[in-house]
């Protein structure tokens, strides 16, 4: 083969390569479909939900699928499941679960029944693995194809117990969430098949219409539009004016469009509110009105201000509505809605609706796998539920139980890496450490490593970027990297992987006619970058910024900053130079900020005796 040939060859297969790299990274990130119609009658007396469900599933994947799975999580609430065995033998159970489950009788435990299911008009062998079903494919289903499944099912709605079930401790009659035979999720990972123990969700894309009927004095609020709004009445109707009828039943009928969940809650007690964000969703509240729950009158407003600050430092949300919806056992995040428990102290209801809400970006818009990855909802969530109390409440330092609960369980030996699967942890306390402290504390820790600016770059970057896609850690470090320019993996390898703390501690100084030498030194097996103040005897301050060599950059500072030399994580120790003519060092702070999770901050500073 001549020269010119073989560079012609050469130039072939690099194309040829491009093309099928190209190809792969579209095919890797691809996204199945479920589209989902039910029919369903709920009856109050007998708490037994009957109904039809047809699927349309869109294989969008490279492979051919000999079997697919649902979730019965109604299951789980039966003497004996998983959920049950589990908050029976971890050291510190769920208060909510704790031995409840073992203690249910046959008619207030839950339970779902698929009567029947075919797959295109073909019948298809089952298999029940307690909150899992398997379902042998009548015949294969090709890459990029679709098969539609159709199902009766039969569900006992449980005792409130975990999130889900009926007559809460605050009054309300259901609230039905994980209601409904579910597709399990399949990806470029596989089958996703977690069992219900205790922890979050993760599910398939879809279009969702859902009809409820049930005895009509009760009012249901949840996921999507309600489409005949102006014949139910309740409160949606475009009049506002309340609907008079003799039916002893009514149907709703919902509808959401690319949505990966479907909730909703019912009570003939609730009252009504809503409003709008300007040029944004229309907000509903949900509420049973008495003494305890006047807060609900101010969440309207309150709600408002957080989407909108949400939508900046974020990105828009991209749904029509969204409800807030008093019902569950705590705070719990849905597709287009949240439950939330009302009636305790204002600023906690607020504080929880702030969570939620926060989660529509992030688990309803985002939804990373929270089995796998829970930190990046949580604490992503807690994280700006904080800094909204801080910007709309005028919360001063609204960080730091979440610094202090991280602290508490670092000091006492009982942290866990934050990336493992989330039902595995050893303790609840090392999950809640773990997910929404320690996912917290990461952002943080990001903006002080990158400066305000580029983070909130990056955050709405990360957001525009990875909506409706299901990010992984590396997803989003990547985007905050091309943001700020600077390199960031070793900060989530370390934080997320492993139980490494941020320990530094101010040594002590060397001063000498206006030129003084600050000893610095890292105890800590995580390093970082440092933000160091030095506070002179007149009063004046000098900030100085020493890099980190893992970032290969340097975050933008202020120019009377003084930028100095990088500290290699390799060297425990580090000597500051600095001049100042005429002054005296009076005190010396590692991090003025606070936003580094120090282990121990009492050594983060020195006052300097005589002003040396």
């Known amino acids: ?215 009509s004095r009760y009012t249901v609020a949840g996921t999507g539009v309600l489409v005949n709004a102006d014949s139910i009445g309740h409160g949606y109707g475009s009049s506002g004016k309340a609907i008079k009828n003799n039916r002893p039943t009514l149907t709703w009928r919902f509808r959401a469009s690319n949505v990966h969940d479907f909730a909703w809650a019912a009570d003939p007690d609730y009252k009504h509110l809503r409003t709008k964000v300007p040029d944004g969703p229309e907000l509903h509240f949900f509420y049973q009105p008495n003494s305890r729950t006047k807060v609900w009158e101010s969440l309207p407003e309150l709600t408002v201000r957080f989407f909108q600050f949400m939508n900046e430092h974020v990105g828009p949300y991209p749904y029509e509505t969204y409800s807030v919806i008093q019902g569950g056992d705590g705070g719990m995040e849905y597709a287009m809605c949240t439950l939330v428990v009302g009636e305790g102290r204002p600023a906690s209801t607020i504080s929880t609706v702030y969570h ?106 990360y957001f525009a970027t990875w909506k409706f896609r299901h990010p992984e850690p590396l997803d989003f470090i990547r985007v905050m990297e091309k943001a700020s320019g600077m390199q960031l993996k070793w900060h989530l390898n370390l934080w997320t992987n492993t139980k490494k703390q941020i320990d530094y501690i101010v040594q002590g100084i060397e001063a000498n006619a206006g030129r003084s030498i600050i000893r610095l030194t890292r105890k800590g097996e995580l390093p970082m970058p440092i933000d160091l103040k030095v506070t002179y005897s007149d009063g004046s301050e000098q900030m100085v910024h020493i890099p980190l060599n893992e970032t290969v950059a340097v975050k933008p500072v202020a120019p009377s900053w003084h930028v100095a030399p990088t500290w290699d994580w390799v060297n425990p120790n580090y000597s500051l130079e600095l001049t100042h003519p ?31």
């Open 582 to 612: 005429g002054k005296q060092v009076a005190r010396i702070d590692i991090d003025p900020s606070g936003a580094l999770a120090d282990v121990t901050p009492d050594n983060n500073f020195l006052i300097v005796s005589g002003g040396q």
């Open 356 to 461: 939620e809400a926060a989660h529509a970006w992030f688990q309803g818009v985002l939804a990373n796998n929270e089995a796998t990855h829970a930190w990046m909802d949580e604490g992503f969530a807690q994280y700006y539920q904080n800094e909204a109390k801080g910007a709309i409440l005028g919360d001063a330092d609204p960080h730091s139980r979440v610094y202090e609960g991280y602290r508490t369980l670092a000091r006492g030996g009982k942290e866990e890496p934050m990336e493992q699967w989330a039902d595995f942890f050893t303790i609840n306390d090392a999950y809640r450490v773990a997910a929404y402290f320690k996912g917290c504390i990461l952002l943080r820790h990001l903006k002080y490593i990158v400066g305000d600016e580029n983070f909130r770059k990056g955050m709405r970057a």
């Open 1 to 215: 083969m001549d020269g010119n040939n073989y560079l012609k060859v050469c130039v072939l297969i690099g194309i040829i390569l491009t093309i099928g790299n190209n190809l792969f990274a579209q095919e890797y990130r691809w996204q199945q479909r479920a589209d989902y119609t039910m029919n369903v009658t709920l009856d109050v007396k007998t708490h037994i939900l009957r109904g039809t469900q047809k699927l349309v599933y869109h294989n969008n994947s490279p492979d051919t699928l000999t079997k697919v799975y649902y979730h019965l999580y109604f299951n789980a609430f039966q003497p004996g499941s998983m959920m049950d065995v589990r908050s029976r033998y971890i050291d510190d159970p769920d208060p909510r679960i704790g031995d409840r489950i073992s203690k249910l009788q046959p008619d207030e435990i839950g339970y779902q029944k698929v009567r029947s299911l075919t797959q295109d008009g073909a019948a298809v062998t089952t298999r029940e693995y307690g909150t899992l079903l398997e379902v042998q494919l009548a015949k294969p289903l090709l890459p990029r194809s679709q098969t539609v499944f159709e199902m009766q099912f039969e569900a006992q709605v449980p005792v409130q117990i975990r999130r889900s079930g009926r007559h809460n401790n605050e009054g309300i009659d259901y609230s039905m969430t994980q209601w409904y035979p579910k597709l399990a999720e399949y990806d470029h990972a596989g089958w996703h098949l977690n069992p219900y123990v205790a922890r979050e969700f993760h599910a398939v894309w879809g279009d969702y219409q859902v009809n409820i009927t049930l005895d």
